[in-house]
């Protein structure tokens, strides 16, 4: 049966036809988000560096074909590990990647409706190793002694972690389970600011990880394996990866109009995931996840091996309130009471057609628009510095005027339809705002010298945005309408 899954959810590598499966950073503030306290759910997990050669010298595969035989080995290696030996009495054996405790818009369990197996959840059966059917993937590539029922001829691989906490028993119990097939494993040990630096930028070839959830979705599991995401360890998308056209979807089936044949990994799983993380249908939304984490799977760069303990969330999130009467803004979106403060303040009346058009693109151009009608429309006190904005009917033409006096833009062109990221709208909203000071704040991926940390400080102290989960704030992710609306409801009033 585990051949199966290798032959099947392998099928994503060797030119995967997306099928429903059963039962950028995202706009997260639509999910409830667990407590600073809270127990959440977790996965402790093997990853491997798609970029690191696990064939012989004499393979003769090469380009893509050396990536599914290498996707397809990494599979079979993750069928070898004894998780019932390797799990700490306090947690579960993995069969999934998302873990136990993300549920189904049902109340159901995320991970029991993952794989395809009657007779078990996930991806393969936890409590068995399985290696009858690893073994036999593994002889299609390497030299097998059967006298001593070892590989001779797997290359050597070193196993990364850090020495906080018991991972140097896992990893010894890892390095059994493959020596008894005649994989060697050595073991490197260092530090955790080390250990961070290398796995970020793919400085190893197979190494110890974990994830908790910050939010209740799991998006919150999926979104780390996007191509640019700095939680991306495995390293899909990037290096040689980045370049093969290994992958193939259809999401036809849910009214998508997007089908990719032999595409990137940016092009099939970051897609699946920004759209996961934009549609608000969870009868579209979640077949889009599973579908994922299936793809995820086939690279066979994650290993699962035992679920976290966690806690139940105390409470479910508040009702959202209703919105205006846009079409397409649901009286219980995320963004619906910001959208009906934008609305009433005149700071935008939507895009037309009794659309607001919350998940397009913000720029430039409107999100200054926007805090120039929020200051209350103030006439420049300058002259205009700007070669490209010559029109003083322009929409933007006064508040882009505004903006330069305030110091939040320089030059003497406007970049009005830049997108707007992150770091830039708390920035314009903190320099609208004459910089306030705030206590500072701490997130992975904001350096302390970054220009826009003051802003990303103020921001948090504020309540206008705590990141987007795991220690991350996200700054090179672009905002959509939905976004910059409710920042700057949270910004400038008591009830956001």
């Not at 050595?186 to 250990?195: G, H, I, Y």
């Amino acid at each position: 049966m585990k051949r199966r899954w290798i032959a099947a959810v392998l099928a994503l590598t060797l030119a995967l036809c997306l099928v429903p499966a059963g039962g950028m950073a995202a706009d997260t503030d639509r999910f409830f988000h667990y407590g600073e306290d809270d127990l959440t759910p977790g996965t402790y997990y093997i990853t491997w560096n798609v970029n690191q050669n696990l064939l012989p010298p004499d393979s003769g595969l090469t380009g893509v074909q050396a990536q599914k035989a290498q996707a397809e080995i990494r599979c079979a290696l993750a069928l070898l590990m004894n998780r019932t030996e390797l799990t700490p009495t306090d947690a579960t054996p993995a069969s999934s990647f998302v873990a136990s405790g993300i549920r189904e818009p049902d109340g159901s369990q995320f991970y029991q409706n993952a794989g395809s197996f009657p007779a078990f959840y996930g991806y393969f059966d936890p409590g068995s190793t399985n290696s009858v059917q690893a073994m036999e993937v593994l002889k299609t590539y390497y030299t097998y002694d059967a006298a001593t029922g070892k590989f001779t001829d797997f290359p050597a691989l070193t196993y990364l972690y850090n020495v906080e906490g018991d991972h140097q028993g896992i990893a010894q119990a890892v390095q059994r389970d493959l020596a008894e097939v005649g994989i060697t494993l050595n073991l490197e040990e260092t530090d955790w600011d080390t250990f961070i630096q290398r796995l970020a930028s793919g400085d190893y070839q197979v190494a110890r990880d974990g994830w908790r959830a910050d939010y209740a979705d799991p998006l919150a599991f999926l979104e780390i394996f996007t191509s640019q995401n700095g939680d991306n360890h495995p390293q899909l998308g990037s290096g040689d990866h980045a370049r093969a056209g290994l992958y193939s979807m259809d999401l036809t089936p849910w009214g998508l109009d997007v089908k990719v044949e032999n595409g990137t990994w940016a092009q099939t799983y970051d897609v699946l995931i920004d759209k996961a993380g934009t549609l608000t249908d969870d009868s579209v939304r979640f077949p889009l996840l599973h579908l994922a984490e299936d793809l995820l799977m086939s690279t066979g760069c994650v290993c699962p091996l035992y679920y976290y303990p966690y806690e139940e969330p105390a409470a479910d999130p508040a009702p959202q309130p209703a919105a205006p009467s846009f079409d397409d803004v649901a009286p219980d979106a995320w963004y619906a009471k910001a959208v009906g403060y934008a609305v009433a303040n005149g700071i935008t009346n939507g895009t037309g057609e009794n659309k607001f058009s919350p998940l397009n693109t913000c720029t430039n151009a409107h999100i200054l628009t926007f805090l120039w009608r929020a200051a209350g429309e103030p006439e420049p006190g300058i002259d205009n510095p700007f070669s490209n904005n010559t029109d003083p009917g322009g929409w933007y033409y006064k508040a882009a005027i505004w903006a330069y006096e305030k110091g939040m833009v320089t030059g003497d062109t406007f970049a009005a339809g830049d997108p707007c990221t992150r770091a830039s709208a708390v920035k314009f909203i903190w320099q609208a705002m004459d910089a306030p000071s705030a206590d500072p704040s701490s997130f992975t991926d904001i350096a302390a010298d970054a220009p826009y940390k003051a802003a990303v400080d103020w921001a948090v102290s504020a309540g206008v945005t705590d990141g987007v989960g795991n220690g991350r704030f996200a700054p090179d992710t672009v905002c959509n309408r939905g976004h910059i609306v409710t920042f700057l409801w949270r910004a400038f009033t008591e009830e956001g």
